[in-house]
């Protein structure tokens, strides 16, 4: 299908980010551990690697992947493949030979930035990868056991002369992203539009900016604000976090420890002044709200938690309102297939904490999003608002051009409706409240089919947590014979916490309609997490598979409303 070229093409990254450079030069732009980097630093060290790059043969639209934990080197090298004309690839640090093999292979990369630690790996996929003719290697203390050209070397001998080409918002931005099934894929946007859709920040109710100058006098004029990003560069929540801010001229400071440590997160943030913390969900939020009641002057310009990935629940609300009362709390929406595409703040109800604990999960996993997001029934028709139906939420306008090197994926992900528009599914499921918000229910990809009845793991998950005694949950179905399928639980308790099944139950059994309520609890000493704090489901199903021959333990009673 042909798709019009958009009419911003001036709206490349890299001429948005020199623009930026250039009107606050000497502003803080990225703290990364003991590295501070102004807005002219980060510029000049990301265009020294685009002259090498390019003076070491990578071409214009040609893909380069980055494999590195969270460091300067990651912006750095993201801005220069940009600015060489080229698209960063980002890579899972997390990932084992054939996972590293399929993405390098999958994307064409031609050159490789990465990290000592993580090189061997690379060594043992590169034979099978014959495009890959470049390596670069970033000094991380390990030993260097890969062949490649050092990091710093290479910038220091960039040639100065080097012709870099022009950059254009029709250029390509490309985002793999694991999904919950199967290999990952690459997403494949214009540049002009990831900005439009995840990237531009504004006041509420000023316009979008017509020209990157005009960014950059907005950049000159913004409140000079600084975000600690804990999520990982490597994924969309952390990294659109990052880009935002720099695009805009405010100030990133990155998480650099490679395991997630709450008194190290809060020591970061509090020496930097941060204004902004940008976590996933309750398993990082949790633990940084109980370690800030113990030491409640930490952090006294911290007033704003933004979450992504999945909401924060009620209880864990109530914990950061323990610590400081005006704290914002925001859960943003969106992925890798739609930008970011609302947020909810999950303000309180009058009652105080029991209408709060009884509100459950309904409160704050209604988002208000903007116009270009709809529900779509099975025709790809919007829902009206009010209507009970339960649709696939999607965006359309500014959206991806489809998955790199997938066509079959492309034409399921990212159809075209009887009125010829194209919409970007989201995989998530939800409602058109009668205000035109959305109430979010989850992924169809993991919704269970419970006799008949439809059940997403997202809400029971959220009744679950909202328990004091619960640290964390994740919800998944586990085969039966009656049922065809039956809600499980893995539930994790709170220090020193007791809890039987029987009252958790009770607990779930006044918050969600019957059927909903799991049939069966498993208590897990922890609930696994991907890197970027998800719910692992491929785990927590392997653990429900192993008691899913017993009989089921709540017996033959109907699934009551």
């Known amino acids: 299908m042909s798709i019009p070229a958009s009419t911003d093409a001036p709206f490349s990254l890299p001429r948005l980010f020199a623009a930026v450079a250039d009107a606050v030069p000497d502003r803080i732009a990225l703290v990364a551990g003991s590295r501070r980097l102004t807005y002219r630093s ?6 020294r690697l685009a002259r090498h790059l390019v003076d070491a043969g990578v071409c214009p639209g040609q893909h380069v992947a980055v494999l590195a934990f969270n460091r300067a080197e990651w912006v750095e090298s993201f801005l220069g493949i940009l600015r060489a004309g080229a698209v960063p690839v980002n890579v899972n640090y997390r990932y084992v030979a054939g996972e590293l093999r399929h993405v390098l292979a999958d994307s064409h990369a031609v050159a490789l930035v990465v990290e000592d630690s993580l090189a061997p790996t690379v060594a043992v996929v590169r034979p099978d990868l014959p495009r890959l003719r470049h390596v670069l290697l970033i000094a991380d203390g390990s ?4 062949e490649g050209t050092d990091y710093e070397r290479a910038l220091a001998s960039a040639p100065g002369d080097a012709v870099l080409p022009p950059t254009s918002g029709e250029d390509h931005y490309l985002l793999y992203t694991g999904g919950t099934t199967g290999y990952p894929k690459g997403v494949l946007w214009r540049q002009a539009d990831i900005f439009r859709a995840a990237l531009e920040r504004r006041a509420p109710g000023a316009p979008r900016a017509r020209t990157p100058e005009e960014s950059a006098e907005r950049a000159i004029r913004c409140f000079p604000q600084r975000m600690l990003v804990l999520g990982p560069l490597m994924h969309a929540a952390g990294q659109w976090n990052a880009l935002s801010m720099l695009l805009c001229g405010k100030r990133v400071v990155l998480y650099t420890d490679r395991s997630f440590r709450p008194d190290r997160v809060l020591e970061t943030a509090h020496r930097e002044g941060v204004h902004t913390v940008q976590l996933v969900g309750d398993a990082m939020a949790r633990p940084l709200a109980r370690h800030l009641l113990t030491e409640p002057g930490l952090c006294p310009e911290l007033t704003s938690v933004r979450s992504g990935g999945t909401p924060l629940t009620p209880a864990v609300r109530a914990l ?3 610590w400081r009362e005006d704290v914002a709390l925001a859960d943003s929406y969106g992925g890798s297939e739609t930008g970011v595409c609302g947020s909810a703040t999950g303000a309180e109800r009058g009652g105080g904490q029991e209408a709060e604990a009884l509100s459950g999960a309904s409160d704050n996993r209604s988002f208000t999003m903007g116009g270009s997001i709809a529900v779509l029934d099975d025709s790809l028709c919007p829902l009206p608002p009010g209507s009970p139906e339960v649709g696939r939420i999607a965006r359309t306008g500014r959206i991806p051009l489809g998955y790199y090197n997938d066509p079959l994926a492309t034409a399921r992900t990212f159809p075209t409706d009887g009125e010829g528009r194209r919409w970007a599914l989201s995989g998530d499921f939800g409602t058109r409240a009668a205000d035109g918000s959305i109430v979010l229910l989850g992924r169809g990809s993991v919704v269970i089919n419970t006799a008949g009845e439809k059940v997403y793991p997202e809400e029971v998950e959220a009744a679950l947590k909202g328990h ?3 640290e964390d949950a994740i919800v998944v179905p586990a085969p039966d014979e009656r049922l065809g399928q039956r809600v499980t639980a893995l539930v994790s ?3 020193g916490a007791r809890l039987e099944e029987a009252e958790l139950r009770m607990y779930c059994r006044v918050r969600l309609a019957g059927f909903k309520v799991p049939r069966t609890v498993h208590f897990v000493d922890r ?11 491929r785990w927590a199903a392997s653990v429900a598979r192993v008691d899913a021959a017993a009989p089921d333990p709540v017996g033959p009673d109907p699934l009551s409303r």
Do not use: C, F, M, N
């Open 493 to 495: 308790l709170a220090p």
């Open 42 to 47: 980060l510029h000049e060290r990301s265009l």
């Open 527 to 537: 609930v696994r997490r991907t890197a970027v704090g998800k719910q692992d489901y």
């Open 468 to 470: 004091p005694a619960v």
């Open 143 to 146: 030993a260097r056991e890969a």
């Open 320 to 322: 950061w309102h323990a």
